[in-house]
């Protein structure tokens, strides 16, 4: 009986190494897992998943933050609420997002009103191909319906795609 509960035991701590080792979230919170750097690595309908075009030789990011408490704000900046950043060719985008279970939404607030699926988005040009890369990944994320972490991935469906990162760093 001791042996069993040693190997038990024995077990459970190698699994916890080896789940850390290639990055399985083990937190308790749905915002903790999501929080941190993604590196775009397909986007597209299921079936038709394309691997991105790199931005001027870097990873496609997507930086999740949790919601800032009194305590973190800076001076008179006011907490911003789950952030979420990055570039997917070679406009900015910015806006926050709500996690109700698996259900992921994106909104921005202007004039203390939420808008739904909202993104503030930086307007330059580019290379075709990176900006049609862009708009299709743009569309998907603002239109984000659910998400799924397992293994150190993270998956944004929508009725218009998905985007699947790899956890960075």
């Known amino acids: 009986m ?18 850390t080792a290639i990055g399985i979230d083990f937190s308790e919170s749905p915002y903790d897992g999501l929080e941190g750097k ?14 991105p075009y790199p931005w001027n030789r870097r990873d496609i990011t997507l930086i999740i933050s949790v919601c800032a408490t009194a305590e973190q704000k800076i001076g008179d900046y006011p907490a911003r609420e789950n952030v979420i950043a990055g570039c997917f060719g070679v406009n ?16 921005t607030e202007f004039a203390g009103k939420k808008h739904i699926g909202g993104l503030l988005v930086t307007e330059a040009g580019g290379p075709a191909h990176l900006l049609a890369q862009e708009d299709q990944c743009l569309h998907i994320l603002a239109s984000s319906q659910t998400y799924e972490i397992t293994n150190g991935i993270l998956i944004i469906c929508s009725e218009k795609g998905v985007l699947g990162f790899k956890r960075k760093g």
């Open 2 to 19: 001791r042996l069993m509960l040693l190997l038990g035991l024995s077990v459970l701590a190698v699994g916890l190494v080896i789940g």
């Open 38 to 51: 993604w590196v775009l690595k397909s986007y597209g309908e299921p079936g038709k998943l394309r691997v």
């Open 92 to 107: 900015w985008y910015s806006g926050n997002y709500e996690v109700d279970g698996n259900k992921f939404s994106i909104y």
